[in-house]
Structures are given as structure tokens and as C-alpha cells.
């Protein structure tokens, strides 16, 4: 150790490095700041009165702190609705999927089946060529009849083919002489999956249901193509009603007999803009290495 | 590796000794447990490439795929009538434009910040910079375009307001001349520090001593980045902006849709081939044009996509994921 000390001690730091490193820190915390921002202006935009807001524009702490925004949004009844849908839809959608995504990447990836290439195939050429939006709108909402259906969240989107391949070379990285001992002992290929390769898999299992939960929880395209009732829309499609129609949040709050004048229609936008990060950024910093570690599975290893 | 490959190269052999039933017969759990996700591929993948045949059709809502009568190449027309045609090359330049500039944008803040993140020495700063700048791409565009407005609307937006303090008057809800502009500095803001994350995987697994060497031969941190990080990285830039190339016909409907909406003054800056197709089919109730649409996109998709994989798999065999 001292060695090297001493040895590194006599290396002139040539006079570049010292800005080179204020540059590099400066130019991460700026960006840093930056992705952190607009964030901040929401979540204050959100708690100003809506007087003020419009008075003073949007600041980084509220020039006349109020509630009325929330208040508001919890008085009417679509805000639940719409977190009872975004919830259903992420809970159940992740373990549907989770669930087809396994049984279709572990029979694939022990090395055993006579077709596994042609199957493969059939699941990558998805990934080339699709039939594009309009057929898929009309077999799901004219064939398959699922306008204005829950399921239409999840079922149309269940499984993604990138996420299939990623599990399924996550599998067959398990070493084989596992599986075998199992077999010796008379355990067939369902419980050797239950059993064996699951519980071995756990972190690439939870790296891919955070990629469909988070897809599930930020999906509002689906919404959009194929559900008009109100009190089927995910959080999302609640956001991009509001955006589309500025008066949105009137004609909602008029419908609870709220009067009209008094309605904070800017501020309580951020608020449902708020609503809906919400649980994203609480459980975010605890998830992070499951995606980080899941993009580089992805894309360095494949 | 090789004695893996020689066993698998056995067991391919054995298995085309037996034929369908025997193969049933034997692995048919496996096969049977896979039956719902093979049938999501088929319903929802393959069928709508079946679908496709709308766009050789005069589409009838009520008649249906089966009912309606079939026209030749009549939707395809109108890509070449005088209106329409504006339009459409209008939509598929601003495709090829804005995905380009995309690509050129974020490949180059994704490489510039995973190199500074690996500069930043201290663990602290390390971790909570790191931490932040991939918070963006957690939330949906639909959250975005929300908190963009407080920074573009006209009455009040931060950075409006600012911007008409300075004497610069932009309505930029208005005005298409400063959006693509935008779409590029919402992307590499919402995506370029989740980009970055490959390239720290890269940079991470660089042998130190390397470094070290160049070093001791006095080189400058500058020096070492030019000379040893980026030649390091470019096998996996080359490869990331390859993937993306694949899909420059495709345009991002959750980003533009989300960020524009039906907003048609911005049209002519930020309309795309995914948002043209979605207004044809959702406003104008036009089935077999926006088909084929759809249909020349997934054919020139179909061709970036296959050569990028192609290539891809040629220069790095160890990439491809299939």
C-alpha cells in the first residue's frame, strides 16, 4: 500500500486534470439539477394558490401557500377511480405478465426442445415487422370487442418479446447440472422451474416485472385508443384528457357541483401531475439498481 | 464454450432422430405451458399483419375486414395527389429528421456524461447525480408535457415569462419554429442519463491498469479519456446508435403525442408518421389510407430494422439477442 502510495506521489498531476474534474462535476451537477427542476415547479405550482399562480407565474416555492388544488382533486370521485384502474392495471398486469413471460422464456431456454429455433423465431419476427396501429385498433375494438374493458389495459400489451428474450438468456445462463441433479432425483420440468430455476432467478424476475410495472403504470396509449368511459381511465389518460382539454378539470368539478369560478383548473393539474409520480419517485430510489442492472443484462450481454 | 457447443450440437442431433410425436410425447409440458404466450404473439402480433390487407381495400366499417371490397392500390393514391402528398412528405421527413437528430443528441450526452460520471470520484456526489439524472425516465410523457407547460405557457410559464423580460416575445404554443428544438432538449433530458447507464457498464469494466500505465507515462485525464475511454466505448456506441437506426422509420407517438397532442399549429415541426397514422385513423375515420400508411412504415421499418440487426450481429456477434 505505501508503495503505491509513494509511487503515485511522484506522478505529476499534469495541470489539465484540475479543470477537467471541475468541468466533469459541474457539467453532472447542472444536469443533475436540471432533470430535478421541473419537478420542483410542479410540486410548488401544485401547492399556490391559483390567484397567485396566475399573478406571479410559476415560481420555485409557492407565493400563497394552499391546499385548494388537492382539496379539490379528492372531492372528486375520478381521482380515485382512475388510481383504483392505474393500480389494477400495474398489480395485475405485472403478474400476468411476469407470469406469461416465464412460461414462454423457461421451456425456450433449456436447450431440449426440437422447435425452440422455429418458436424463437416466431416471437423475434414480432420484433421486425408488426401490422402497424389501425389493424390492431380494429381487431382489439371491432373483432375482440374490447373497447371499454379493463382488460384492454393488459391483455393487448401482455407481453413484451425484448423482456421474453431477456429472461430467456437469463435462464439459460443458469448453470444445467442444477436442473440435472433435480431430474436424477424425479422431478419433472414444471417443478423443476417452480422449484429450482425460479427462486434462483429472483433478481432478473424483479428487474423484469419493474420494466412491466413501469410500463403498466405510465401506459396511457391503450387508454387513449380504446377506453371513453370515465371511470376506466388510468391516471395517465386523466393527464392527457387535461392536457388536450384545457377545461377539463371544470367540466369534472362541475359535475360535483362545484362552481365553476371557483375552480383552480391550473394548479390542479400539477396536483394530478403529482398524484400520479407520486409512488413512482417514493419507490424509485429503492428499484434503481434493478433497472440499471437490467438495461446492461439487456444491452451488453444480450 | 466449445464443449458446451459440442454437447448442444449432440443433443441436435438426437432430437432429429425423433419426430413430432415422439417429441410431444416427451417434452409436451413444456410445450403446453407456453401455449398462452405463443397465442399472444398470434392474436396480437400476427393477426394484424393479416389486417394488412385493409390498405388494398376500400375499408367499410360495417362490411368489415371480410365484407369490404377490394380496390388495388386506390389508398395508395393519395400519397401522390396534390395536398396530400405535401403531407405525407411532410410527416416522413420530420420522422427521418427528428429521429436522427435524436440519435446524434442523446448518443452524444449519453457517452459525455457516462465519461464525467466516471470522472466524479466522489461516492456521494457519485450516487446522487447518477440518481437523478435517470428520474426522468420514470414518468410518462404525459406527466412531462404537463410540467413543460409551466416553463412554455404563455401566461406565467417560467421560462416564457423570463424569456419576455429579455424583450424576446415566443408564444411557443403557436409558434412551430422552436420545437424541434424542444422535442430534441425533452428527449436528451428524459432519456440521456438512463442512456448513459450502458456506457458506465462499459467504462466500469475497463482494466485499470490501463490507466495506470498511461499514467505513469504522464498522460492527462483529457488524454486518457481520448485515447483510452472513447476507442473503448465505441464498439458499444456503434452498436446502441445501430439499434436506433433500426427504428428511425418509427416515430415516438408516447413522446410527440404526449408533448403536441392535436395541437395542429406545431404540425409542421413535430408531426410524425405515428401521430399522422393515429389523427387519419381516430378523427378522420380513414381505415384503409392510414393502413397504408401503416403499412409503408412497417415495410421501410421492416428493412432498417432487419439490416441494423444484421450489421449489428456482423460487428459484435455477442449483441444479438436472438
Redesign the interface.
Known amino acids: 500500500m505505501t508503495t503505491i502510495k509513494q509511487h503515485k506521489a511522484k ?2 498531476v ?4 484540475k479543470a ?2 471541475i468541468f ?2 459541474s ?3 447542472i ?6 427542476v ?2 420542483i ?2 410540486l410548488s ?1 401544485s401547492f399556490t394558490a391559483e390567484v397567485a ?2 399573478k ?4 420555485f416555492w409557492p407565493s400563497e401557500f394552499s391546499t385548494a388544488a388537492y382539496e379539490l382533486l379528492f372531492k372528486t370521485s375520478q381521482i380515485f377511480d382512475s388510481y383504483k384502474v392505474s393500480i389494477f392495471v400495474t398489480v395485475v398486469g405485472t403478474a400476468l405478465s411476469l407470469l ?2 416465464t ?2 422464456a ?3 431456454s ?6 425452440a429455433g422455429k ?6 419476427f ?14 382489439v375494438s ?2 375482440l370487442g374490447m373497447k371499454d374493458s379493463i382488460w384492454v389495459l393488459i ?2 400489451i ?2 413484451n ?2 423482456n ?3 429472461l430467456r ?1 437469463f435462464f439459460s445462463s443458469i448453470p444445467g447440472s442444477l436442473a440435472e441433479s433435480a431430474r436424477i432425483d424425479g422431478a ?3 417443478t423443476i422451474m417452480f422449484r429450482i430455476i425460479l427462486p434462483v432467478s429472483t433478481p432478473a424476475l424483479a428487474t423484469i416485472g419493474l420494466f412491466y410495472a ?1 410500463a403498466y ?5 391503450q387508454a ?2 380504446y377506453i371513453d368511459k370515465s371511470e376506466l381511465k388510468p391516471l ?1 389518460a386523466i ?2 384528457e ?3 382539454n384545457a377545461d377539463f378539470m371544470k367540466q369534472m368539478a362541475g359535475q360535483m357541483g362545484v362552481q365553476s369560478t371557483q375552480i383552480p383548473s391550473i394548479t390542479s ?2 396536483a ?2 403529482m398524484v ?2 407520486g409512488p ?2 417514493l419507490v ?2 429503492f428499484v ?1 439498481k434493478y ?2 442492472s437490467g ?2 443484462v ?5 | 464454450m466449445s464443449t458446451k457447443q459440442a454437447t448442444l450440437n449432440q443433443r441436435a442431433i438426437q432430437q432429429k432422430k425423433h419426430g413430432f410425436l415422439t417429441e410431444i410425447n416427451k417434452n409436451g409440458m413444456l410445450y403446453l405451458i407456453m401455449v398462452p404466450g405463443l397465442l399472444f404473439f398470434l392474436i396480437f402480433s400476427y393477426i394484424p399483419m393479416g389486417g394488412l390487407v385493409m390498405a388494398f381495400q376500400d375499408f367499410n366499417i360495417i362490411k368489415g375486414i371480410f365484407g369490404s371490397d377490394f380496390f388495388g392500390l386506390g389508398n395508395f393514391k393519395f400519397l401522390f395527389a396534390d395536398g396530400t402528398r405535401e403531407t405525407v412528405l411532410r410527416v416522413v421527413g420530420n420522422t427521418l429528421w427528428l429521429n436522427f437528430l435524436f440519435i446524434v443528441f442523446s448518443t452524444i450526452f449519453s457517452v459525455a456524461l457516462a465519461i464525467m460520471f466516471n470522472e466524479v470520484r466522489n461516492k456521494h456526489a457519485k450516487r446522487i447525480t447518477q440518481t437523478l439524472s435517470i428520474l426522468p425516465y420514470f414518468v410518462s410523457w404525459a406527466v412531462i408535457a404537463l410540467l413543460l407547460e409551466a416553463f412554455l405557457k404563455a401566461d406565467g410559464g417560467l421560462l416564457s415569462t423570463t424569456l419576455a423580460n429579455m424583450g424576446i416575445n415566443i408564444s411557443f404554443y403557436s409558434d412551430p419554429s422552436p420545437w424541434q428544438l424542444i422535442l430534441v432538449i425533452m428527449k436528451v433530458w428524459q432519456g440521456a442519463g438512463y442512456g448513459a447507464i450502458v456506457y458506465i457498464a462499459t467504462v466500469t469494466g475497463i482494466d485499470p491498469g490501463i490507466y495506470e500505465a498511461a499514467e505513469i507515462d504522464g498522460a492527462s485525464r483529457w488524454q486518457k479519456i481520448i485515447h483510452i475511454t472513447i476507442p473503448i466505448l465505441r464498439p458499444t456506441i456503434v452498436l446502441m446508435t445501430l439499434f436506433s437506426v433500426g427504428r428511425i422509420f418509427y416515430g415516438d407517438f408516447g413522446m410527440i403525442y404526449g408533448l403536441v397532442q392535436d395541437n395542429s399549429l406545431l404540425f409542421s415541426a413535430a408531426d410524425v408518421i405515428d401521430t399522422y397514422v393515429y389523427r387519419m385513423l381516430r378523427q378522420l375515420h380513414n381505415y384503409g389510407m392510414s393502413t397504408a400508411v401503416g403499412l409503408i412504415q412497417s415495410v421501410c421499418g421492416f428493412v432498417f430494422v432487419y439490416a441494423a440487426n444484421k450489421l449489428a450481429r456482423k460487428y459484435e456477434p455477442d449483441s444479438a439477442i436472438f
Open positions: 506522478i505529476k499534469p495541470a489539465g486534470d477537467l474534474t466533469c462535476y457539467f453532472v451537477i444536469f443533475a439539477i436540471l432533470c430535478l421541473p419537478f415547479l410542479g405550482a399562480l396566475a406571479n407565474g410559476y415560481q406469461a413471460t412460461l414462454l423457461y421451456p425456450l433449456t436447450g431440449k426442445l426440437k422447435y418458436l424463437n423465431f416466431f416471437i423475434y414480432t420484433m421486425l415487422f408488426t401490422g402497424g396501429l389501425v389493424p390492431t385498433y380494429m381487431l371491432r373483432y391483455i393487448p401482455l407481453i418479446p425484448w421474453m428474450f431477456l438468456n419433472n420440468d414444471i413501469l403504470w405510465n401506459n396511457w396509449f387513449l385508443m395517465q393527464i392527457i387535461m392536457l388536450r393539474k400539477m394530478t401531475a400520479t409520480i413512482i419517485v424509485y430510489p434503481q433497472f440499471t438495461i446492461m439487456g444491452s451488453v450481454k444480450g
